[in-house]
């Protein structure tokens, strides 16, 4: 069988001089061969014949890619380009008639023949892209670069865009390596072998990277063992980032888990930085005394006195929920009001249910941060707030 020489290739991909044959064959190592596909071989599975202008190549069909046929433009052009003289006219008339008839390659290659014999001439540099700028022939990528901008992902975009995109590509890629790393540790618990659960277990508890964090709260949203669940929790507590902060608060406030709670709690309590005490104190404005009780009850355990209004203002709550709607289910409608009362909608519409809620947890607070308790009497509670206002503002205007 005939092989294709080592010279004989690179004849066939280099040579530039020759117009290109018909076909077009890239090979599977990331060469190209300009070459025509002989017809009568197309249909042999194991091999591919193409003729060159060097002579005929057999090639083994596992080592192209594909093959390319031209279309009847390029085939014209073929024809043509050989022949045209190697002059501005000739060849700026050559690139024309490449242009209106889809020959990219040979409207780029002739452009660019022209510049050589003329480098003003300013139809083809148009063509080529190229603008004038104070007196110089610039192409557009020159342009946005002077003015700063750096080409990034196919465009050109300011530097400040680039140190953006390539911030957010980092933390994509860091948050699919921790996302294998945390599935990984996540699977290790569950290991029959104690080594590798025991190794698992050490990874969670040692964990302090805070590029783990997204990928350790969606872990742990979809985590259903609760003692996994506790642990997760104390790795978010220990890296303690904003938004692992503000996700242990909302364990606290919503969370059914008991357990889960006190340790969500336990590691804000352990944080200490000021302002943890927000999202409780917004919380004793909710629509929902399991959670205005949740709220009050991490209060406590937080331990901030300066808390003590609001915690008086949520001591007894109302709340209202629609009954008796049309579809015949309960449609609950849920507003907080400080206030007491009832009030109801007749007739055969829905009606407006209206609840007191004493709430436990608050006072329970109320009596650990004052050391005094006037049950859910709220009215005491304002007085006693407001003379010890006073007391304190009188004790500031004594101090030398």
């Known amino acids: 069988m005939l092989r294709p020489t080592a010279a004989a290739l690179c004849l066939a991909v ?13 090979l599977s190592t990331g060469g190209r061969l300009d070459a025509e596909v002989v017809p009568d071989a197309a249909s ?9 202008p060097y002579g005929r190549i057999v090639l083994d069909r596992d080592r192209v890619a594909r093959s390319v046929s031209e279309s009847p433009a390029e085939a014209e052009y073929r024809r043509r380009a050989p022949s045209v003289s190697d002059t501005v006219e000739a060849q700026f008339a050559l690139a024309n ?79 699919l390596a921790w996302r294998k790393q945390l599935a990984d540790w996540r699977s290790g618990l569950e290991s029959a072998d104690r080594d590798t659960a025991r190794a698992a277990e050490d990874a969670f508890d040692q964990l302090e ?41 909302s364990i606290v406030i919503t969370a059914r888990d008991p357990e889960l709670r006190a340790e969500a709690v336990d590691q804000l309590a ?15 404005r909710a629509d929902d005394p399991v959670v205005i009780n949740n709220a009050g009850w991490a209060l ?48 055969g519409g829905p009606k407006i249910e209206q609840r007191t809620s004493r709430n436990t947890q608050v006072l329970e607070t109320l009596v650990h941060l004052t050391g005094v308790n006037f049950l859910y009497d709220q009215d005491k509670w304002r007085a006693w707030l407001a003379s010890r206002q006073v007391a304190e503002r009188v004790n500031l205007r004594r101090d030398p």
């Not at 590029?211 to 003692?227: F, G, I, R, T």
Request: aromatic share 6%; proline share 6%.
């Open 300 to 347: 406590a355990r937080l331990g901030s006195t300066a808390t003590i209004e609001p915690l008086i203002d949520a001591l007894v709550t109302v709340h209202r929920r629609q009954v008796g709607n049309v579809s015949g289910g309960d449609d609950y409608s849920m507003t907080f009001s400080p206030t007491q009362g009832s009030f109801g909608f007749g007739g």
């Open 44 to 52: 042999n599975r194991s091999q591919l014949a193409i003729q060159s």
């Open 97 to 175: 008639w490449c242009r209106d008839n889809g020959v990219a390659d040979g409207l780029r290659r002739h452009l660019q023949r022209v510049l050589e014999l003329d480098p003003d001439h300013a139809e083809a540099r148009m063509l080529l892209g190229y603008q004038q700028v104070d007196g110089r022939w610039m192409t557009r990528d020159d342009v946005l670069a002077a003015r700063g901008l750096v080409r990034w992902g196919g465009e050109y975009r300011t530097p400040q865009e680039v140190a953006l995109l390539e911030r957010i590509e980092r933390q994509e890629s860091e948050a």
């Open 209 to 249: 990277d805070p590029m783990a964090m997204p990928e350790l709260l969606k872990l742990l949203a979809d985590e259903p063992v609760p003692a996994v669940r506790r642990r997760l929790v104390r790795a978010i507590g220990r890296i303690a980032t904003p938004e692992g902060l503000a996700a242990l608060a």
């Open 270 to 284: 352990a944080d200490g930085r000021p302002g943890l005490a927000l999202p409780f104190v917004a919380a004793l």
């Open 14 to 26: 280099f040579t530039a001089a020759q117009p290109a044959p018909a076909d077009q064959v890239e």
